[in-house]
């Protein structure tokens, strides 16, 4: 694809998502619009992380929970009036998400692979108990309300929606930003090689939380945005597993490390989770849901951008006259995984 | 603090820990020999104590003596799931293996509730409630009995390691993965036989799960990180320190339960493992594995 | 002239590139075949290829007349082909005598595993005195020698032995190649891939140089050992010693392979 | 052209590192002048990539002491060696196989501060020093392609353009030539010696002597992890010893 | 109760059972019956758990839901429409119940909306239901948090709001003469947002009275054991024990009081013993002899339409009538409630129904209660006691159906 194209691309899509909430009026269109791109920034924000570092967290929600509360509380705290004025805090939501994001993200990230996995799951774990444990601040298990805005039931998406949209845009500017900056090229060194990135100097410890920080900021706004168009928050959706999972999937989906494929990936799988769960059995639902995520991994195991990538590679020629210019190989010592894996995800 | 509730709390940890033990070495066991993440770990061990309750519900079989049936069948459905979903994974197989394990809890959960339903359920035997007292402890059967089983199985799943020619074989495909593929053994096969091991093991956690516990198909989540957080304090690929990890951090929580508060005691398995990431990553108990 | 192994015309590699090209290699049933060369030349390739755990992708490899090339490690070493590998492979937290037993892991029978470990052990004392010991409790030497017990279990009718003597001391080394000799003079069919070219060539009955995934020259033993060409092939110096290599006798009346020009300098 | 009147650059004296009851490197001593480029070799198992390893602290001594520049390396951190300027490559060529050459090589380029942190790296000078790194390297055609896709010798040519990208004062080379093209090996050398004489130290550990004869200025060998002969290359082609050394006893 | 609902089986069961429940179902209402086919039909949306943190008490709901529209049917309708029942799936998430009922309100254009069963999901659902001027009549979501938010048209269908349940307990124990009066009390509760708030308040009125506490503590819901706890209110030795429980850690507690052979003299559950067979399996019939807990409902209450209800219920679902969950009562009586506010509104406005449900005063398998500007009723729940093998109502005396047990009898006495 060339740059032109790739620019048209993005501003279609930017443009159809502005225009979106004009053409479909119909709020429960609207709900599920603002459910998708809800997922469109958790998929990106989580990219930055698990795509570019290759650190795969399943830990997010914590993140997008930690946002929740954070906004309930801070609205509380200040008496902050419903409409639109709680938006003008969301910066701030942003912020505080990264700064509680530091320690945590120093902890979890000396470990790596599997291990770091797990570590996230218990980070999850761990905030949705502070959210449970901490009654005098959080409400504990009864939750917290926002205040209500004064929106008629027809407009009353809309705001959110397209606050919704600005943080989602911040997040895919900020994952593009990170792509193609110094940091971005030190967390794709990491995720090639991460002992090879530090041997020639590249801070790997501060990359990676640099990335888990700012990872967790985008979902925390992301979270306080979903959570006051809810007007309510409490423990379990605040800190729900399954708006991890979903988040790594559906960026796993359209392809990790792209900047397209979490995007994509969220469009088509957000919607279509909501659906399911609307139209179908509950049972069958968890049964299909969990059908089409094999399906997924065992037929697009790179994703739906990287595998098109590779078709578009494989017309053209050029590749493997690379390959044919000097057939030497060193004795003995690639190995077929690792050839596997040099031939990995991209965009 | 009162003495004797802090050694009934201590007793009870102990008991239960072996319990704990008995789920969490199935996920040790499962990540040694395939480098698999099982998240799904723990729905196998809500469907065993569904296999359990049903057989005991309907036939009146006891939970204990119907393992001779959920676990052999427990053990071909984790050597089948193995095969269909597991075994092709080769790219960055520890995190891809999450997602699908993932999949699979969740067919499982859909499965049991379509199945099942959905409401609580307990396995609730005739002796459930029957006790009795050393030293001024009162122990519970149940809780014994599963300690037991526990350490039973345990027992002989060392044995099955030690003795056995096929022992040998996982232990070797754990150890050296092409050096055992170079005197014959048939590593796919070896994988596909430790997850249908750990698949039964869940099914026998899942019986004592189901007599101590009520619960329904969702009960997985509530299962899982604890797990998790287990097998990782216990050095992630070592059985036997995910089983003395679990003795330990159960009785840890319960101690904690009873001197400060059970709230307190909920984050327990946290600030263990916190404490492990920062003094020392490669867990508690377990030898540095290459993974970390 | 009984061939047990034919490598005919074997193109083998990893990605994009092939380590072996057109290699054509025959290896006589009860000799010591023993290849030499430079490093990259696809010495170890040449085993990989023949024990399965990698496919060729041009060419053909027969043994005893039956075509290999497209079978399993586990099939391959059914065959009667069995592999000390180059690094150290032994299970180091299992006993000694457990790691002897499960190089007959394909044997069904127990009783025949109890025969040949009996067996092993006579020819091999180490693993009797230290049957109980973990593998990783040995020194280098030994556990080499528990390797070649190991692939002893199964009586192999071919045995291919990966550079032994890397890693080890001089000492030890002297014992390993003690051992192969033994195992030669038992009438065993051997191929042998060595770094070290003297110790490998003195006990071979036939010496093979490999360069760039072919071969180079082909002699006995001996005869290759005495060649100065391929001091100059192994120091990667044959371009620049060509002149004094032109004044040496020729390689005296066996089947040389001569490989393309390589242009190297 | 010997340099010997440059100060030593590098000098170890009298390591040893075992493993497992195995001296791998054994009393080890040898010195390597400033821009000068110095070939390591000896036969296989006769300890040259652990010295490598050594040097850039992948591993540490048991005894001796590795100085550079006059100061003790002896127990740091591979990424502050590093920092000092000793940069190495690795004998299976490890690079970041997702990304294009032009960006493997841009990865060591140290960047200051927040802005530099995130600024487009295709920025400022950097692209450009990168592209000529490449040309020097005759590898600007590959520029744009995943490094996974290329063969083995462009990898290493990759590679050592990573490592020159942040004006290393020694490069450690691990048998650059071995398996790799001649057409490539023909850059490599033309390379090293533009680097050199641009003032940059190497030393190669390689078994294609053709290639060590070419290049280097001196010559030590290893067996058995202890230095047995040193001197210019064409005297240590001729030394039976050495000879000797590299066919076996 | 192990059946697992789908809508497609609705239909199905209901062809079956509709012969049968003619003749009912004219008893109960009478006449009314002509020209329902030629109106269209009223729609009702719920959405429900089928799976998740909720979905225990989802299938209750749905069931009692779907049988309430097929009852309603059999006799005519209301105000001569046929009920259809609309059930989405929420797989008790937050953003699925939304999307859910922002579904039903806009797309699907329902007429009415009933409530989801956890006040977790109220919360936001109830929200929605405002936005559209949509009555929201719910079945057991009676946290504060609930009625604080300033709605008006959020009504709980029960007699009294949730977080009073418990006080009915306190009312009978001191009520007691005052030789028999427990001096002290333990107290252990989960950390719910519903349960919580009730214990506070019996707590409050017991120390009030002068009955001392010798053991409180709350405790998180998800713990691998609630031994720990119980065993620290056996070592209190308290005589009345209260507990804040769902049926699982009910039946822990209560498994090991067995164990360490601790009899209170009187022991009070949120909620548990309530839970029929479950409660029974769990604990063992042996065990349940003298366990009290807050009632909304019973199978054996001689309110409106009980006993139809039940019979109909058994016929439909299976098992009997012990064994049904408070839960389908709750949820019947939301049917009830909504049927009667339409009827006398005469419309199917939702702001009509909305005024009537301030004004009147409703009949309902649970009793008869009318709901304040807040949508919390003003009827009282009654305190019921596991006596001779079932659950029976001891409190108040007016509605008292056996004698209390006190002291409570030991445990596997009877």
């Known amino acids: 694809m060339t740059r032109r194209l790739r620019i048209a691309g993005w501003l279609l899509v930017l443009v159809a998502s502005l225009l979106f909430p004009l053409v479909f009026t119909n709020p429960a269109t609207l709900s599920i619009a603002l459910v998708t791109l809800m997922y469109v920034g958790l998929a990106s924000s989580w990219n930055i992380l698990g795509g570019f570092a290759g650190y795969i967290s399943l830990g997010i929600s914590a993140f997008f929970g930690f946002g929740g509360y954070a906004f309930a509380i801070t609205l509380h705290a200040f008496n902050v009036q419903a409409g639109y004025t709680p938006f003008a805090w969301l910066p701030l939501i942003g912020v505080l998400t990264a700064v509680v994001a530091i320690p945590l993200g120093w902890a979890a990230l000396r470990t790596r692979q599997a291990v770091f996995v797990t570590v996230t799951i218990a980070l999850m774990l761990v905030i949705q108990l502070s959210a449970e444990n901490l009654v005098s601040i959080t409400g504990g298990a009864t939750g917290y309300g926002f205040p209500i805005p004064n929106w008629s039931a027809a407009f009353y998406y809309k705001p959110f929606y397209y606050a919704m949209l600005t943080v989602v845009v911040v997040s895919i500017a900020v994952a593009y930003v990170v792509r193609r900056s110094g940091l971005g090229l030190g967390l794709l060194a990491i995720r090639d090689d991460e002992d090879k990135a530090e041997a020639i100097g590249v801070p790997t410890k501060s990359y990676k939380l640099a990335a888990f920080v700012i990872s967790a900021g985008l979902a925390g706004m992301i979270g306080a945005i979903f959570a006051y168009s809810v007007l309510y928050i409490y423990p379990q959706n605040a800190v729900d597993p399954l708006i991890s999972m979903g988040a790594a999937l559906m960026a796993f989906l359209g392809g990790a490390g792209t900047l397209a494929g979490p995007v994509l990936g969220a469009l088509i799988l957000a919607p279509a989770q909501t659906e399911l769960s609307y139209y179908v059995n509950g049972q069958l639902y968890l049964i299909l849901y969990g059908a089409l995520f094999l399906a997924i991994v065992r037929l697009l195991p790179r994703g739906i951008i990287p595998s098109i990538g590779d078709q578009l590679r494989s017309r053209s020629s050029r590749h493997v006259d690379l390959l044919e210019h000097d057939g030497h190989h060193v004795e003995g010592r690639v190995d077929a995984d690792d050839v596997k894996v040099m031939e990995g995800v991209r965009e | ?217 969702g009960s997985w989540y509530d299962l899982i990180g604890d797990l998790l957080i287990i097998i990782v304090l216990g050095g992630f690929s070592s059985v036997r320190g995910a089983f003395i990890a679990s003795l330990v951090v159960i009785m840890f929580q319960e101690i904690l339960s009873v001197i400060i508060s059970p709230t307190w005691a909920d984050w327990s398995f946290f600030m263990l493992l916190a404490i492990v990431l920062i003094v020392r990553p490669s867990g508690f108990f377990g030898v540095k594995t290459r993974e970390a | 002239m009984t061939a047990i192994l034919e490598i005919d015309n074997a193109f083998a590699g990893y990605g994009g590139g092939n380590i072996l090209r057109g290699l054509t290699l025959n290896v006589e049933a009860g000799k010591l075949t023993c290849l030499v060369g430079p490093n990259g030349a696809g010495k170890s390739t040449v085993l990989k290829v023949v024990s399965g755990l990698l496919h060729p992708r041009k060419g053909e490899v027969r043994f005893q007349g039956q075509s290999i090339g497209k079978m399993s490690p586990r099939a391959i070493l059914m065959q009667g082909i069995v592999q000390v590998p180059q690094d150290r492979s032994l299970f180091s937290t299992m006993t000694v005598r457990e790691n002897v037993l499960l190089g007959g892991f394909t044997l069904s029978h127990h009783a025949e595993k109890e025969q040949r470990l009996e067996e092993v052990m006579t020819r091999f004392p180490i693993v009797r005195e230290r049957a109980k010991d973990t593998a990783g409790s040995l020194s280098g030497g030994q556990q080499k020698l528990v390797e070649f017990a190991r692939a002893m279990m199964l009586d192999p009718k071919l045995l291919l032995v990966d550079e032994p003597s890397m890693g080890l001391e001089p000492r030890v080394r002297r014992l390993v190649f003690d051992t192969l000799q033994e195992l030669r003079a038992e009438g065993r069919t051997i191929l042998l891939v060595e770094q070290n070219a003297r110790s490998g060539l003195e006990i071979a009955d036939v010496g093979v140089v490999l360069e760039r995934g072919q071969v180079r020259l082909k002699g006995s033993g001996a005869d290759i050992l005495a060649d100065p060409s391929v001091g100059a092939i192994y120091m990667g110096t044959s371009g620049r010693l060509k002149t004094r290599v032109q004044d040496a006798p020729a390689p005296t009346g066996n089947d040389v392979i001569e490989s393309a020009p390589d242009g190297a300098s | 052209m010997m340099m010997s009147v440059n100060p030593m650059l590098l000098e170890l004296d009298g390591v040893s590192k075992h493993y497992g009851g195995v001296a791998a490197v054994d009393l080890c001593s040898f010195s390597v002048a400033e821009r000068s480029i110095t070939g390591l070799i000896g036969p296989n198992g006769s300890g040259k990539t652990t010295v490598f390893n050594l040097i850039s602290g992948f591993s540490k001594p048991d005894a001796g002491q590795i100085r550079f520049d006059g100061k003790v390396l002896n127990g740091m951190a591979p990424g502050s060696i590093y920092r000092k300027g000793v940069s190495r490559t690795f004998q299976m060529a490890r690079i970041f196989p997702r990304l294009t050459a032009l960006e493997n090589l841009m990865v060591p380029v140290r960047r200051k501060g927040l802005q530099g942190l995130i600024w487009g790296y295709k920025g400022v000078g950097e692209v450009e020093a990168a592209r000529e790194m490449l040309h020097k390297l005759s590898a600007s055609h590959v520029a744009d392609e995943l490094v996974g896709r290329l063969s083995y010798g462009q990898r290493r040519l990759v590679e050592l353009g990573t490592l020159m990208m942040s004006h290393p004062r020694m490069v450690l080379l691990d048998e650059p030539a071995a398996g790799v093209h001649h057409s490539v090996l023909e850059t490599l050398s033309r390379y090293i010696l533009d680097a050199q004489g641009d003032g940059v130290t190497f030393v190669i550990v390689e078994h294609n002597l053709n290639f060590v004869m070419d290049i280097c200025h001196h010559v030590v060998v290893l067996d058995r992890g202890r230095t047995i002969a040193e001197g210019a290359p064409d005297d240590i082609v001729d030394d039976q010893v050495v000879v000797d050394a590299y066919l076996g006893d | ?180 009066r427990p001096k002290t009390a333990a107290y252990a509760t989960e950390d719910d947002p519903f349960i919580g708030p009730e214990v506070a308040a019996l707590q409050a009125k017991f120390e009030a009275a002068g009955i001392k506490t010798v053991y409180n503590k709350t405790y998180p819901i998800e713990l691998p054991s609630y031994a720990p706890i119980a065993l620290g209110v056996a070592q209190s030795k308290a005589q009345v024990v209260v507990l804040g429980t769902n049926l699982p850690d009910a039946t822990a507690f209560t498994q090991t009081f067995i164990q360490q052979k601790y009899n209170p003299l009187a022991i009070d559950y949120a909620s548990g013993p309530d839970q029929g067979t479950p409660w029974v399996k769990a604990v063992g019939a042996k065990n349940v002899a003298g366990t009290t807990v807050p009632l909304g409902w019973l199978p054996t209450l001689s309110t409106y339409q009980n006993k139809a209800f039940v019979a109909a219920y058994v016929k439909k679902y299976g098992g009997n009538a012990a064994a049904m969950s408070t839960d389908a009562g709750e949820a019947y009586s939301v049917g009830q409630v909504m049927a009667q506010a339409i009827t006398a509104a005469g419309s199917l406005s939702n702001t009509k129904v909305i005024a009537e449900l301030h004004k009147l005063t409703f009949k309902t398998v649970q009793g008869s209660f009318a709901f304040n500007k807040q949508g919390i009723p003003n009827g009282h729940v009654v305190l019921g006691q596991w006596v001779n093998g079932s659950l029976q109502i001891i409190y108040p005396p007016a509605v008292a159906t056996v004698k209390a047990l006190f002291p409570k009898p030991a445990w596997g006495t009877k």
């Open chain 2, 1 to 217: 603090m009162n003495g004797g509730l802090l050694l009934g709390a201590s007793v009870l940890g102990l008991l239960l820990g072996g319990i704990y033990g008995l789920m969490a070495s199935g996920l040790a066991l499962t990540f040694g020999v395939m480098r698999v993440i099982n998240v799904g770990h723990s729905a196998l061990v809500i469907a065993g104590a569904y296999m359990s309750y049903e057989l005991f519900a309907h036939l009146h079989i006891d939970p204990f003596v119907s393992l001779v049936i959920t676990m052999p069948v427990m053990f071909l459905i984790g050597m089948g799931l193995e095969m269909a979903f597991l075994q092709h994974l080769r790219e960055d197989r520890e995190q891809f293996s999450v997602l699908v394990t993932w999949a699979i809890a969740l067919g499982v959960e859909g499965v049991l509730g379509y199945f099942c339903g959905t409401d609580l359920v307990q396995i609730s035997t005739n002796y459930a409630n029957s006790s009795f007292s050393i030293g001024g402890v009162q122990i519970v059967y149940i809780y014994l009995y599963g300690f037991l089983l526990g350490a039973l199985l345990m027992g002989l799943l060392a044995l099955l390691l030690r003795r056995t020619t096929f022992g040998w074989s996982l232990r070797a495909t754990v150890l050296n993965r092409q050096a055992a593929q170079l005197i014959g053994i048939d590593v796919a096969k070896v994988s596909a036989i430790a997850f249908g091991i750990a698949a039964a093991m869940a099914a026998a956690g899942g019986a004592l799960y189901g007599m101590l516990n009520t619960f329904n198909p």
């Open chain 5, 1 to 180: 109760m192990k059946q697992t609902f789908c809508i497609g089986r609705t239909g199905a069961a209901a062809l079956v059972i509709s012969a049968l429940m003619v003749g009912l179902s004219l008893s109960v209402v009478g006449g009314g019956a002509s020209g329902a086919a030629s109106k269209s039909p009223i729609t009702i949306g719920v959405s429900i758990s089928e799976t998740g943190d909720f979905s225990p008490d989802g299938a209750a709901d749905m069931n009692a839901y779907s049988l309430w529209a097929q009852l309603v049917n059999d006799s005519g309708g209301i105000l001569g429409h046929k009920v259809q029942m609309k059930f989405v799936n929420d797989a008790s998430s937050t953003s699925q119940v939304v999307t859910n009922y922002t579904t039903l309100l806009s797309k699907d254009h329902v007429n009415f909306v009933f409530g989801p069963f956890s006040s977790l999901l109220t919360i936001p659902a109830s929200e929605i239901a405002a936005r559209y001027g949509y009555a929201f009549v719910e079945p057991s979501g009676g946290s504060q948090a609930v009625f604080n938010r300033g709605l008006k048209n959020v009504f709980e269908a029960e007699p009294q709001a949730g977080y009073q349940d418990m006080l009915s307990f306190g009312d009978w124990v001191l009520g007691l003469p005052k030789s028999e």
